[in-house]
């Protein structure tokens, strides 16, 4: 799923292309991408794009007449631009194309599983409603990521990728970060010292500073095409198997719910290889039962 530092370069090149520019079309490809119709999409046509925006892990497109659309990308949706005239991706991708006079923006979404959606709403308060209320990280002192951490009693990985307590972070940037931290997924929050806090809060600017520059470096001047979960430079996401940049020992996974976590037993649980099934267990407990909801 795109988090953090893969929106932020979305953003920087839809600023450069689509801000102040007019939504000339909009076709919905997929009628199920678009989950509201009122107001109707009608309404944003023909009107200037006059801001762009990350809420969480979400995009906003600011529309005139204080219209938004926000687009979920979910785990397989992605952006695409394309000049005017240019060969659009695969029909069968396509989910919804919007139309510029220098070029169309193209949300697409890989496989069966339609997840990705768009949702048009008027005014502050129908925007208010797909705001998970996550704490920015970025923009946080340590004292609120600390308040915000241990506002509930979770497991490190299940605190770090939920959207009700930090905006955009997920599944791939959480293993990053509690790499980077030297902590465990599975260590409670409630159980940590303040100098871990710090640790970790350190490190999650750090992982989503760092990132945001390469992914920025990556795309250059070009739009971001190749936006996935998986990167060869990252240390453990991905990587079960392979040895830990930091110390060479095999990175271990933990899988829970369809999903799977990625640590450095040595870096992060110290040097202590933990029973995979329990582990399993004791994460798929603390994971609310679809995730899909709280997204
Ligand atoms: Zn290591």
Not at 98 to 111: D, Q, R, S, W, Y
Request: net charge positive; with cysteine.
């Amino acid at each position: 799923m795109p988090e953090l530092p893969d929106i932020t370069v979305y953003l920087e090149h839809l600023q450069s292309r689509i801000v102040g520019r007019t939504l000339e079309r909009l076709d919905i490809a997929k009628p199920f991408v678009l989950r509201t119709f009122d107001p109707p999409v009608s309404e944003v046509v023909g009107t200037a794009v006059r801001g762009v925006r990350r809420m969480g892990k979400r995009i906003v497109l600011a529309m005139d007449d204080d219209r938004f659309i926000v687009i979920h990308l979910m785990i397989a949706g992605r952006l695409r631009w394309r000049a005017p005239g240019a060969k659009l991706p695969p029909k069968g991708s396509i989910l919804a194309a919007f139309h510029f006079p220098n070029g169309v923006l193209v949300l697409t979404e890989a496989g069966t599983t339609r997840r990705a959606s768009m949702h048009i709403v008027r005014g502050g308060t129908g925007l208010e409603e797909h705001d998970r209320g996550g704490l920015e990280v970025l923009d946080a002192t340590l004292a609120e990521f600390g308040a915000r951490l241990r506002s509930e009693n979770h497991t490190l990985k299940r605190a770090l990728a939920d959207p009700r307590l930090f905006s955009g972070i997920g599944n791939a940037y959480s293993d990053e970060i509690l790499h980077r931290a030297r902590l465990s997924p599975v260590m409670l929050t409630s159980r940590m010292s303040d100098a871990e806090v710090a640790r970790l809060f350190d490190a999650t600017r750090a992982t989503l500073v760092a990132w945001t520059e390469r992914l920025r470096t990556e795309a250059g001047r070009n739009f971001p095409e190749k936006v996935t979960a998986f990167h060869e430079q990252m240390a453990v996401h991905g990587r079960f198997g392979q040895p830990c940049p930091v110390c060479g020992t095999a990175v271990q996974r933990i899988r829970y719910a369809s999903n799977e976590t990625n640590y450095c037993a040595r870096c992060q649980t110290g040097g202590r290889l933990l029973a995979d099934r329990a582990l399993s267990r004791l994460l798929g407990k603390d994971w609310p039962r679809s995730i899909d909801e709280i997204e």
